[in-house]
């Protein structure tokens, strides 16, 4: 695969700046020996919130982790990667910093439709995973059930993107998922994954959304202080007030379906780190709302938080909507033998 490396002169003023303060940073530390930009600023697919995503190689063998900062109104993470781990470079990595060629030469070996065909292909085992524990779930407990199906529509909502020949992202993902299906005239797509969040009725109440996901924030945030598992935003993090204002609020006012997708998604999300540290269980269980509300303290209000969020949902359609699930990632997956990401 061709790799260009990264012009820092493309960015504009302050992105420029803060980029430059933090690569000048990670180059003074001796086994930092190479650094690179993903996400939005290597795909050239920006919005005016974007963050600025580097990719950081170590000198020899470390567990790959993630440090998320807000040192101003531009978010900057750092993905940080062993030499025994650069096979898990996010392909849209650009080189910024490679004086020893690392990076170049793991992404170059890279054959891209490979690549992206092997990504498409483990995100749809993860959907067809989060489809049958919303089956099992549905006669145990029909909120847990519309949960898996949101965790579902989220990943086959990137699946479908990225099978279209666009660019993912998180933080725009109806968004970036629209774009991608009107280039095809599979708007279709679209309309069901909204369906499965809830829209138009969760769309009517977007900025309640907005409010129980702020004041959940408040609330979870210093439990996961000290802990080793939990979101990385959490524990690194003083409190939720620049996460929210740099990467929660801007989302809402660019456009409240993403908004709604992202709340959705992070409750479940939280909530998972929530039943490693009070439970022996790694995966979320079939009735999370029964089991979850017996923790007490912070915990507790999440989870009551999310339950609150699902109120705006029928609960007697949740195998209707499961149904609708099934129909989805069987289009989906026909959608993606078209090969419409191949070069």
């Not at 002169?9 to 430059?20: A, D, G, H, I």
């Not at 697919?45 to 190689?57: G, K």
């Amino acid at each position: 695969m061709e790799v260009e490396a990264f012009d820092t002169s493309k960015l504009p003023s302050p992105w420029r700046e803060v980029l430059e303060t933090e690569v000048a940073k990670l180059k003074a530390m001796k086994d930092v020996i190479a650094i690179g930009v993903a996400g939005s600023w290597a795909q050239e697919d920006t919005w005016p919130h974007s963050d600025i995503d580097l990719e950081v190689v170590l000198r020899g063998e470390h567990e790959f982790s993630l440090k998320v900062t807000e040192p101003g109104e531009i978010s900057v993470d750092f993905g940080i990667f062993g030499e025994n781990i650069l096979g898990r470079l996010p392909y849209e990595t650009r080189p910024l910093y490679d004086p020893e060629g690392v990076m170049r030469k793991e992404l170059s070996s890279r054959g891209r439709d490979e690549f992206l065909e092997r990504m498409l292909k483990e995100t749809m085992e993860q959907c067809r995973d989060y489809l049958e524990r919303a089956e099992d779930s549905l006669t145990v407990d029909p909120r847990s059930t519309l949960t898996f199906l949101h965790l579902f529509t989220w990943d086959v909502s990137e699946f479908i993107t990225v099978a279209s020949g666009d660019n993912r992202t998180v933080k725009r993902r109806c968004s970036r998922l629209e774009r991608a299906v009107k280039r095809h005239g599979r708007e279709d797509l679209l309309d069901s994954c909204g369906k499965l969040y809830g829209f138009p009725e969760t769309l009517k109440h977007s900025k309640e959304l907005l409010r129980h996901l702020k004041a959940g924030y408040r609330e979870i945030w210093s439990f996961f202080k000290g802990k080793e598992s939990g979101p990385a935003y959490m524990i690194q993090q003083p409190d939720s007030e620049l996460w929210f204002r740099n990467r929660i609020a801007p989302v809402y006012e660019a456009d409240a379906r993403d908004l709604v997708w992202i709340v959705y998604i992070e409750f479940p999300f939280v909530t998972s780190f929530l039943f490693r540290n009070l439970t022996d269980r790694e995966r979320l269980p079939l009735d999370l709302f029964v089991e979850g509300t017996t923790f007490g303290g912070s915990p507790a209000k999440w989870i009551t938080r999310h339950s609150r969020c699902l109120d705006l949902f029928d609960m007697s359609r949740a195998e209707e909507m499961l149904s609708m699930a099934q129909e989805l990632v069987a289009e989906a997956e026909e959608f993606s033998s078209l090969g419409l990401y191949k070069r």
